[in-house]
Structures are given as structure tokens and as C-alpha cells.
């Protein structure tokens, strides 16, 4: 999504922060802001001492309602985040009149009720996130009334029911993320696909069981996680049957075994496939060799070995491989990856590879960017001998 208030981020970003703890400014107010315009501050009442020019992204740590009106100020925001504070319909009513706002994520919301919510009705927010919120199912009607609103995230929210979710039936919602919502259950999957316009469901750490589906509008959905909703076993992934057209899966942390891995497989359009901390067999590793489409790939956290992971590299075209915290995988797993034709993005973070292993990547005449966190064999010279072996050609993340 454009707007996605969680961006993933694989450039280090200048940040403009300013120090709590001792009051001072990391810049001058009178400075200009860091290129990507992403202004951080600890506490709201510090904003009255910083430049709103150019600041597109804002991030505040901790917000008090008395400090809403220095938010006016912000014309050019974009995307704002509030980490924890007490605000309500004051704050809120500030924000809705920040003519750029396109993505909101309000954490830590706990004194926010339906009519907060009710005051960005008529905002051009694309992207909306709230965390821990006091809302209701009356909720989801005022934000169906939301014109432009993209995507939807939910976390940590306690007070409302999947059903409520059909009073979204009719907006323009195309992604939604509910994770960590105590009381959604089976039917919740069912209750989401009652969105019409839904391409992407993220179901993270829910009590989900055995769920069963009515397939209606599933086969819109090209973005399914089942992140953290460890209930689930491999005979209920049956359910994936119904999403023929997924091109991105996530089941980090399911206990899939090898009969869900059977129904991964008939994904025939899979492009990006999670399987971290799934404790898979070798074995079942082996068969995604028949996902032919994929470019994407993580199995992290995982037992898989280094042949296992070799094979895979050498049957897909992979361009992204996440393989951190594998602990069998060492310098066999070599040969496989230099080969891997299309290979951009590595991470073997905390894995056996050695020094000597590692440098070998140099080798490859695709890799771009080659992550290399807490390696148990690497003494601090040997970071540096890496970071300078890999360079130019291959950027090393070690921090």
C-alpha cells in the first residue's frame, strides 16, 4: 500500500531527534529538515521549539492533549504517528484539518472512543492505525464513512466483534490488519471478506482454530498473514484452497507441518512466502522447490540446513532470501547462494557462516545487499574485513 503508516525501511534515514531528556535540540529550528523530511520529537510540548517547514512525516513519542494546537502548525504532514499519551476530540480535530494527512497511526490510543474516531470522517487519511483504542462496533461505521481510506489496522482493541466488520461492507478499504484483538475467532476471516473492495487480510496473533470459510470474495484476496496465530494447524490450512489467487502468504510461527505445507503448495501464484519459526521439516522445505513464481522467501528461524537451502536457491529465482537465526545453516550453504542468479536482498544473520564463507558472496554477480547481524564466528576484525572484502559492489548490514 502507498500509504502503509508501518514502512519498511532498507535505507538508513536521517532523523531530526529531539533529546528529552535534556531539553536541547539535535538541530537548530532554524536548520533545514533531513532530506526525506521525517521529524521525530520525544514529548509534543517540544514542537513549539522546532520548524513545521518541509516536515512531511512526523513522529511524536508522547502526546498530551494541551499540546494540540502546536499540531496546527504541521501544514505539510503527510503521515503522522503518535506513539502513547492521553488525547482525545481536541487532537483529533486538529489533525482532521491537516490538509495533507494521508496516514494516521494514533498508538496507545487508550482514552479514544467512536465519536474521536467519528471526527476524521471526512478526511482524505488513506491509512489509519489504532492500538488499543476503547472502540466498539459503532466504530466501524463512522470509519466506513471515511471517503479515501485505504487500509485499516487494528491492534490491541478489545470492546468490538468480527460482525462488526460487515458495517465496512461497502467502503473503499482494500487492506486490513487486525492483530492482537482479544474475542475474534473463527469467524472472523468470513466477516472480513464481507469488505468488497479487500485484497489484503493480515491476521496476527488471533485465537483462530479451525476457521472455515464461505470462499465468498476470497478469491479477491492476493495478501494473507496468519502471523502469530499459533492455534492454527496444517488440516485447517485447507482453507488456503479458497485464495487462488494469493501472491504473498505469511505463516510465521503456525504450526503447519507438512500437511499445510501440501496446501501451500497448490498456490500456483505465490510470489512471497513467510515460513518463519514454522519448524518445518527438511523434508517439507524441500517440496517448495514446486513454487515456481516465488521471488520471495523467508524461512527464519527455522532448522532448515544448508543442502536443503541450496536446493531451493537453485530451483526458484529467487530475489530476496531471509534465512536469519537458521543455526544449521554454515559455509556449505555457500556455493548454493553465489549461484542464485537473481539474488539481491540476503539476510543470514546469526547463522554458522564464517568469516571465510562470508566473503566468498563477493562471488555472486547479483547481490546487492548482504546482512550480517550477530554472527557467532565473526570477531569485530573480521566485520571489518568483510564490510571491506563485500564493498563496493555488495552493501553489508551488520548493526
Known amino acids: 500500500m502507498t500509504y502503509s503508516i508501518h514502512i519498511r525501511?532498507?535505507?538508513?534515514?536521517?532523523?531530526?531527534?529531539?533529546?528529552?531528556?535534556n531539553g536541547m535540540l539535535a538541530c537548530r529550528a532554524s536548520e533545514p529538515l533531513p532530506p526525506k523530511g521525517l521529524l521525530v520529537v520525544e514529548k509534543?510540548?517540544?514542537?513549539?521549539?522546532?520548524?513545521?517547514?518541509?516536515?512531511?512525516?512526523?513522529?511524536?513519542?508522547?502526546?498530551?492533549?494541551?499540546?494540540?494546537a502546536q499540531l496546527a502548525r504541521f501544514t505539510d504532514v503527510q503521515e503522522l504517528t503518535i506513539e502513547s499519551g492521553t488525547y482525545r476530540n481536541k487532537t483529533l480535530e486538529t489533525i482532521a484539518q491537516l490538509p495533507q494527512i494521508a496516514a494516521l497511526d494514533l498508538s496507545g490510543a487508550r482514552e479514544l472512543v467512536d465519536a474521536d474516531?467519528?471526527?476524521?470522517?471526512?478526511?482524505?487519511?488513506?491509512?489509519?492505525?489504532?492500538?488499543?483504542?476503547?472502540i466498539t462496533g459503532a466504530c466501524f461505521r463512522l470509519v466506513a464513512k471515511m471517503p479515501t481510506l485505504d487500509e485499516l489496522r487494528i491492534s490491541y482493541c478489545r470492546s468490538f466483534k468480527s460482525t462488526n466488520l460487515s458495517l465496512l461492507h461497502k467502503s473503499a478499504i482494500r487492506a486490513l490488519w487486525l492483530s492482537d484483538c482479544e474475542g475474534l475467532g473463527d469467524e472472523v476471516i468470513d466477516d472480513a471478506?464481507?469488505?468488497?473492495?479487500?485484497?489484503?487480510?493480515?491476521?496476527?496473533?488471533?485465537?483462530?482454530?479451525?476457521?472455515?470459510?464461505?470462499?465468498?470474495?476470497?478469491?479477491?484476496?492476493?495478501?494473507?498473514?496468519?502471523?502469530?496465530?499459533t492455534k492454527l494447524s496444517g488440516e485447517a490450512l485447507s482453507l488456503l484452497d479458497k485464495f487462488p489467487n494469493l501472491a504473498d502468504l505469511d505463516l510465521t510461527g503456525v504450526p503447519i507441518g507438512e500437511t499445510g505445507c501440501a496446501h501451500v503448495l497448490k498456490l500456483g501464484k505465490l510470489k512471497s512466502l513467510d515460513l518463519s519459526a514454522t519448524q518445518?521439516?527438511?523434508?517439507?522445505?524441500?517440496?517448495l522447490t514446486a513454487l515456481k513464481s516465488l521471488k520471495i522467501l523467508s524461512v527464519a528461524s527455522t532448522?532448515?540446513?544448508?543442502?536443503?537451502?541450496?536446493?531451493?536457491?537453485?530451483?526458484?529465482?529467487?530475489?530476496?532470501?531471509?534465512?536469519?537465526?537458521?543455526?544449521?545453516?554454515d559455509d556449505g550453504v555457500v556455493t548454493g547462494l553465489i549461484a542464485a542468479s537473481h539474488l539481491i536482498t540476503?539476510?543470514?544473520?546469526?547463522?554458522?557462516l564464517s568469516p571465510a564463507g562470508s566473503l566468498r558472496l563477493s562471488e555472486s554477480k547479483t547481490l546487492k545487499s548482504v546482512t550480517l547481524r550477530s554472527m557467532p564466528l565473526f570477531s569485530e576484525s573480521d566485520y571489518e574485513a568483510v564490510v571491506k572484502g563485500l564493498a563496493p559492489g555488495i552493501v553489508v548490514v551488520r548493526a
Open 9 to 21: 525501511m532498507t535505507l538508513v534515514i536521517s532523523l531530526l531527534v529531539i533529546a528529552a531528556s
Open 44 to 68: 509534543a510540548s517540544q514542537l513549539a521549539e522546532v520548524s513545521a517547514s518541509g516536515a512531511t512525516r512526523l513522529t511524536i513519542r508522547q502526546f498530551d492533549e494541551s499540546d494540540y
Open 117 to 134: 474516531i467519528g471526527l476524521l470522517s471526512a478526511t482524505k487519511i488513506k491509512a489509519l492505525s489504532l492500538s488499543g483504542a476503547n
Open 193 to 229: 471478506l464481507s469488505i468488497v473492495t479487500l485484497v489484503e487480510l493480515r491476521l496476527v496473533g488471533l485465537d483462530l482454530h479451525r476457521p472455515s470459510i464461505s470462499g465468498k470474495g476470497s478469491d479477491r484476496v492476493t495478501s494473507l498473514s496468519f502471523s502469530r496465530c
Open 280 to 287: 518445518l521439516s527438511d523434508a517439507a522445505f524441500d517440496s
Open 303 to 329: 532448522g532448515i540446513g544448508s543442502a536443503t537451502l541450496s536446493k531451493i536457491t537453485g530451483a526458484l529465482d529467487l530475489t530476496e532470501l531471509y534465512a536469519y537465526d537458521c543455526r544449521n545453516l
Open 346 to 352: 540476503l539476510d543470514v544473520s546469526m547463522t554458522k
